[in-house]
Structures are given as structure tokens and as C-alpha cells.
């Protein structure tokens, strides 16, 4: 059955960065498309950065230049390098699982993902 499970959150100060890890089982990896979404406390989840069945990748207009989402190559795995992190990035992050999605189109939409991890605390001071 499909697992993901993230890991590679923590607390760092203002300007820091953090590499969230996120491990895929149960379903054929590359041929999906994947997202990185969050949550802070009393707000809607929103998606940060997501990366289309062909490695295509799309940014969230607050993150961009900031993020970076790749898919590694030796395993069945997520990354999102987190880069200038400010306070307002404090949030639960979350890995997803999206359809086939190929060509230049990506989606930040959470309701084009239909797996989920269970999160990964993320805290900038």
C-alpha cells in the first residue's frame, strides 16, 4: 500500500535552511507527480512546491527562489531544500502524492493529490 513519510523538520533561526526528506512506498515513484504542501496553526493547508511526472516543478509564488523540490534518483525519494526560511514559514509540511501529470503542467491543488504523509514540523524563530 502507498506510505509516505517525511522527515528532515526542526527549528532554526531566521535566514537558515532545512532539507525536508520525504520516503515513497508502494507505488511506482517516478511516473508520479509530488508536492510539498503546509499547514500553520489556524490557517488552510496551501502548496509550496510540487514536481510533475516529467521532473517538471512549480513554486508557490512565496517560496520561489527560496525552495527546491527534486525527486532523487538512487531512491524512492522527495526532497525540498528550504533556503532564507523566515518566520512566517513555521508549519506543518507535508509530502503528497499526485496522478500521471506530464508535460509543462503542475499543480499546487490539493485536491490533485490523494495520498498524504502525516507530517513533518517545521519552526523558524
Known amino acids: 500500500h502507498v506510505q509516505l513519510v517525511e522527515s528532515g523538520g526542526g527549528s532554526v533561526e531566521a535566514g537558515g535552511s532545512l532539507r525536508l526528506f520525504c520516503r515513497a512506498l508502494?507505488?511506482?515513484?517516478?511516473?508520479?507527480?509530488m508536492g510539498w504542501f503546509r499547514q500553520a496553526p489556524g490557517k488552510k493547508r496551501e502548496g509550496v512546491a510540487t514536481?510533475?511526472?516529467?521532473?517538471?516543478?512549480g513554486y508557490a509564488d512565496f517560496v520561489k527562489g527560496r525552495f527546491t523540490i527534486y525527486k532523487g534518483r538512487a531512491n524512492n525519494s522527495l526532497y525540498l531544500d528550504m533556503n532564507n526560511l523566515k518566520p512566517e514559514d513555521t508549519a506543518v509540511f507535508y509530502c503528497?502524492?499526485?496522478?500521471?501529470?506530464?508535460?509543462?503542467?503542475?499543480?499546487?491543488?490539493?485536491?490533485?493529490?490523494?495520498?498524504w504523509g502525516q507530517g513533518t514540523q517545521v519552526t523558524v524563530s
Open positions: 508502494g507505488f511506482m515513484f517516478s511516473m508520479h507527480s
Open positions: 514536481i510533475n511526472s516529467a521532473r517538471r516543478t
Open positions: 503528497a502524492r499526485g496522478g500521471y501529470l506530464f508535460g509543462s503542467r503542475t499543480t499546487l491543488s490539493a485536491d490533485d493529490y490523494t495520498y
